[in-house]
């Protein structure tokens, strides 16, 4: 009996696993002792026993005595044949819920239902109704909904379900898997600072973390790039008696690529091979990104390599990543031999990879290429992206090429892709950039056939493009098709009213300002601004007036532009007065600026007003306002003018004090001030003076000492001058100009007023041997000399060479020219650059 016992004990024994002796083997010793007992005292024979035996064995297993305990290590998918759903049903059930829970009905199961197809709105919506009425919420509700928002990486989501599962004690305390989708949330915003505060609330509420905690860990880490924090969550889950998995290392290569640290990414990838881990394609990728985040190309192609050599083959991520480092680098033509070689290998590039190429060709404005990058993906039946077709109009709409932009436009239709709110946007700005008003029409239609909704903004860019092309009668036609359309608005009108006053068609401007207010469009402040000015430039003080008044009318504010454009107006009409007028409202208004200063100083100049041009720019500098160039300028004008050399003298030198560089403009009052009065060796000193300033004299500098020396009787100095400018670079007072006609004949004039008809003639000779235009005054006055000197038969023939250029029967006058009346030039300017002499 005995040994009958101890076979039958040693093969049940042997029928148990190693692992599970310890968990069975007081229970198996019971057994054998009621067996025994039983056996002695009822003298069974052996097949009883056995049977006896069988029985009992078999009960025991049933009532799981003897099903040993999985430790932590054996806490896995290959050790549990339950399916994933089971084993998260038993997660949430070993918090203590209910059995039902998983089972759940009514509106505890929508919940659960919504959640798990992804359709939030609607799961959230029934959980506040469940919450607000009668029925109790599960922990499976709040689980689920845990879930579904660490799916989407919502972390506030997720944070205010455990939130709203903690507040509510009676329905159950959170369970390790909640703690774990929000932790896996915050993993996914790479909050690792979060990560860890749900860490240690789970384990303050003695929720012990599993595997699956400690990984959601380590992938926090490796959102935020942070490897020393991953490396340590990764020791926390071994030293935890867990065997890290192929998410774990993976989670490990990911922070590594992060961070661009490609050593440490190859040592986790040879350490998870270490530890019987296949890498998969995910692993190589995060070593290939790691490479090519440390710019180190050449390593990532040898990954890539690698990793086919060792069984597994590469995906578009592989390639791509290591062509988006090739795009970078602008060696396009590398990263296009990649897409090849990837299409070789059977593996179809996705819209991705070719965006990297497309992307590349905008940048270069390489047309062409991407073109051909196009053709590519449709003779592979790769339907381009949205992006890609934004791309390709935006390479067009950079050049404002309007037929280009609406070409793809209509691809874009035609591959059945939609058009999107970027795609509207790269067409306003191709209308931006061009001024093509031809194209205007063609791609306009094309963002009406691609059903985009059309605002006011992209009838305003169509009008900015007519008016840039100059083309004013479209703008105005695509104005009337807004108004017949009722869809005029301010922004439209306004644009088109300061082009066409930019242009200086006042009328017209006029006519669209009427019709604006007519319609009951708020005319902007600027439209009428630009009307102003446009109206300023001609003179018209009256009609500039007349703006204002309607500005007034339409109760906007008249700003200091207006005020300018109204002192401008007088000052070009040589109005001084009413400039000052206008003046002092500016003032009054607190408008006043150092162009309204300026412009009535100008029109005092105009006048000869020389104390009150100097009086306004000494009030100006009172009132703290800074003189500029222009200012100071148009007072040394004023003195200029007045024949006033020391005054103008005077006013340079305190320009320089008060650091502001004298230009061409001042240096040639100066002169024509000193010239005024008389002194040509102070005028031709101011010539040294401006070349000491950086400043070269100009023709204008020149040609007004020569005409002072001419009304000074000085033809030697003269002369000097002429030669001087004829010389061209030499000199210290150098001229880049070559002299014109007008220096020429001055020359002759003061020659001959000399009484030297031998000089005179040496030089209208050489003016006629250049080429340069002679004066019948030059003539008439080298004619008198020769009459005067008795040398009749010269006079004679220089008769007849006048008569020859036609100048026969002229009388002996001189080609007046008025002094020129803008600032940056004055004293006889404008007749200078004309090649006329100024009247005396």
Not at 555 to 563: D, R, S
């Amino acid at each position: 009996m005995t040994s009958m016992l101890s076979t039958h004990c040693q093969a049940f024994l042997v029928s148990i696993s190693s692992r599970s002796l310890k968990a069975t083997l007081p229970p198996a010793l019971l057994a054998a002792s009621v067996i025994a007992l039983a056996c002695s005292w009822f003298s069974l024979s052996g097949a009883v026993e056995e049977l006896i035996l069988a029985f009992v064995v078999l009960v025991i297993f049933r009532q799981g005595f003897f099903a040993p305990k999985q430790s932590k290590k054996d806490n896995d998918a290959s050790l549990n044949p339950k399916s994933k759903g089971e084993r998260t049903k038993e997660r949430f059930l070993a918090s203590g819920a209910p059995e039902q829970e998983a089972e759940a009905t009514g509106l505890a199961g929508k919940v659960i239902a919504a959640s798990k197809s992804g359709d939030m709105a609607t799961a959230v919506a029934l959980m506040e109704s469940l919450l607000e009425g009668n029925q109790e919420p599960t922990v499976g509700c709040y689980g689920a909904l845990i879930s579904a928002c660490a799916r989407e990486g919502d972390l506030k989501g997720a944070e205010r379900w455990v939130e709203d599962l903690l507040a509510r004690p009676n329905v159950g305390k959170p369970n390790v898997a909640c703690f774990n989708m929000t932790i896996s949330a915050c993993a996914k915003a790479g909050n690792v600072a979060k990560a860890e505060s749900w860490l240690a609330r789970m384990q303050a509420m003695s929720v012990e973390p599993d595997a699956m905690t400690f990984n959601s860990m380590i992938a926090a880490s490796a959102r935020a790039g942070d490897i020393q924090s991953a490396e340590h969550w990764f020791k926390q889950l071994c030293d935890a008696d867990m065997e890290p998995t192929l998410v774990s290392h993976s989670s490990m290569l990911h922070a590594c690529a992060k961070a661009g640290d490609a050593n440490k990414a190859e040592q986790w990838l040879e350490r998870a091979q270490a530890c019987g881990i296949e890498p998969n394609a995910i692993c190589y990728n995060a070593v290939i990104h790691a490479c090519t985040q440390s710019g180190n190309g050449e390593r990532a192609m040898f990954w890539l390599d690698e990793m086919a050599a060792r069984g597994v083959q590469p995906t578009v991520r592989s390639y791509g990543t290591i062509m988006d480092l090739l795009v970078k680098g602008d060696d396009v033509k590398v990263a296009e031999r990649w897409l090849a070689r990837m299409i070789e290998m059977g593996i179809e590039a996705d819209a991705v990879s070719y965006n990297m190429l497309l992307g590349a060709y905008c940048k270069s404005g390489d047309v062409q290429s991407a073109q051909a990058l196009y053709e590519k993906m449709r003779s592979r039946s790769v339907t381009p992206s949205a992006m890609f077709f934004n791309m390709l109009m935006n390479l067009h709409a950079t050049s404002g090429d309007l037929q280009g932009t609406a070409y793809w436009l209509r691809e874009m239709r035609g591959c059945g892709v939609e058009a999107d709110k970027v795609s509207l946007n790269t067409a306003v700005k191709s209308l931006r950039q061009s001024s093509d008003s031809a194209g205007v029409g063609t791609l306009f239609r094309e963002l009406e056939e691609a059903g985009l909704s059309l605002g006011n903004d992209v009838y305003k860019a169509v009008i900015t493009t007519c008016v840039q092309a100059g083309d004013l009668a479209k703008a105005e036609a695509w104005l009337q098709d807004m108004f017949t359309k009722g869809r005029a608005d301010s922004a439209s009108c306004c644009a088109l009213i300061v082009a066409l006053g930019g242009a200086g068609d006042v009328g017209r401007a006029e006519q669209w300002l009427v019709r604006m207010e007519q319609a009951g469009l708020r005319v902007t402040t600027g439209a009428y601004n630009s009307l102003a000015h446009a109206v300023a430039k001609s003179g018209d003080s009256s009609s500039v007036e007349r703006i204002m008044a309607r500005m007034e009318v339409a109760k906007l504010e008249i700003t200091g532009v207006t005020y300018n454009a109204i002192i401008s107006a007088c000052s070009k009409q040589g109005d001084a007065s009413r400039a000052e007028h206008w003046l002092k409202q500016s003032i009054e208004a607190g408008k006043a600026d150092v162009a309204s200063y300026s412009a009535v100083i100008h029109a005092c100049a105009k006048a000869s007003k020389l104390q009150e041009a100097e009086a306004w720019l000494e009030q100006m500098q009172e009132s703290g306002v800074e003189a500029n160039v222009v200012t100071f300028n148009s007072v040394i004008n004023a003195c200029a003018r007045c024949g006033e050399a020391t005054r103008a003298e005077g006013w340079f030198k305190q320009m320089k004090k008060q650091g502001i560089a004298p230009v061409l403009s001042t240096f040639n009052s100066l002169i024509n001030a000193c010239a005024k009065a008389g002194d040509v060796t102070r005028a031709g000193q101011w010539l040294n003076v401006m070349a000491d300033h950086g400043v070269p004299p100009d023709g204008v500098s020149y040609g007004t000492a020569i005409h002072a020396c001419t009304v000074q009787q000085d033809p030697a100095l003269a002369e000097k001058f002429l030669e001087q400018m004829r010389a061209g670079g030499a000199g210290i007072a150098a001229c880049k100009e070559q002299p014109n006609a007008f220096c020429y004949n001055s020359v002759v004039e003061a020659w001959a007023r000399a009484g030297d008809a031998t000089a005179a003639g040496r030089w209208l000779t050489e003016m006629l041997k250049i080429g340069v235009e002679a004066y019948p005054a030059s003539f008439n006055s080298l004619i008198g000399a020769c009459t005067k000197q008795g040398r009749v038969d010269l006079a004679e023939a220089w008769k007849r060479r006048m008569a020859e250029k036609g100048f026969a029967g002229q009388s002996n006058s001189r080609p007046a020219a008025r002094q020129n009346e803008s600032t940056p030039r004055t004293s006889a300017q404008k007749g200078l650059r004309q090649g006329r002499l100024p009247s005396r």
